[in-house]
């Protein structure tokens, strides 16, 4: 795949979940960006997958090369009593081979889209807050720091911090307008 090529983003199906449990598999096995221990078997990807198709707000998004999944993103509920049904959790994953193309940057685009279309007022990242890459993804999407959670994870022989940020949906600019100051 040439450097320069943009890849198609679209609604993930459910012949996806083979494609994006890979994706999952890399990091929970490999990183401590997903904070699982055990990958999901494709019963359970094709069942995770099933509940977010039924929301349009958690629809999940995937990055294809030719027909294979790339990269995939989507909205989650953050927590589930229903006050907090006016923000999401975004989660944006890409295959090592594909970063740097703007693969994420189109999909967390598509997913801040998505949220306000569905009246949401906040979106949530939980990173851990030794993730600097993926702090700085979302800072240049908007993202603010609102809180560090200390040693609230254990994976590989360490405990790991949890960092919140958010994107105010209601104040925020456009990803274009951002780039133009």
Same mark, same amino acid.
């Given at each position: 795949?040439?450097?320069?090529?943009?890849?198609?983003?679209?609604?993930?199906? $459910?012949?996806? %979940?083979?494609?994006?449990? #890979?994706?999952?598999?890399? !990091?929970? &096995?490999?990183?401590?960006?997903?904070?699982?221990?055990?990958?999901?078997?494709?019963?359970?990807?094709?069942?995770?997958?099933?509940?977010?198709?039924?929301?349009?707000?958690?629809?999940?998004?995937?990055?294809?090369?030719?027909?294979?999944?790339?990269?995939?993103?989507?909205?989650?509920?953050?927590? $589930?009593?229903? %006050?907090?049904?006016?923000? #999401?959790?975004?989660?944006? !994953?890409? &295959?090592?081979?594909?970063?740097?193309?703007?693969?994420?940057?189109?999909?967390?685009?598509?997913?801040?889209?998505?949220?306000?279309?569905?009246?949401?007022?906040?979106?949530?990242?939980?990173?851990?807050?030794?993730?600097?890459?993926?702090?700085?993804?979302?800072?240049?999407?908007?993202?603010?720091?609102?809180?560090?959670?200390?040693?609230?994870?254990?994976?590989?022989?360490?405990?790991?911090?949890?960092?919140?940020?958010?994107?105010?949906?209601?104040?925020?600019?456009?990803?274009?307008?951002?780039?133009?100051?």
């Amino acid at each position: 795949m040439a450097k320069n090529s943009i890849l198609p983003i679209r609604p993930a199906v $459910a012949d996806d %979940a083979a494609g994006i449990q #890979a994706i999952m598999a890399y !990091y929970i &096995l490999e990183t401590n960006c997903n904070w699982r221990y055990k990958v999901m078997d494709q019963n359970e990807t094709r069942q995770w997958l099933a509940q977010h198709m039924v929301r349009d707000v958690h629809k999940v998004w995937v990055a294809t090369d030719q027909e294979k999944i790339v990269a995939y993103g989507c909205l989650s509920d953050f927590r $589930a009593p229903e %006050a907090y049904q006016v923000c #999401a959790e975004d989660s944006v !994953y890409v &295959l090592p081979d594909y970063k740097g193309l703007g693969i994420g940057n189109r999909l967390l685009e598509q997913l801040i889209k998505q949220a306000a279309e569905h009246g949401l007022k906040t979106l949530v990242a939980a990173i851990n807050a030794d993730n600097t890459s993926s702090v700085r993804f979302h800072e240049r999407h908007g993202f603010v720091k609102s809180g560090l959670l200390r040693r609230v994870g254990f994976k590989y022989g360490q405990c790991l911090d949890l960092l919140l940020m958010t994107l105010d949906l209601q104040n925020s600019q456009p990803q274009a307008e951002r780039d133009d100051a």
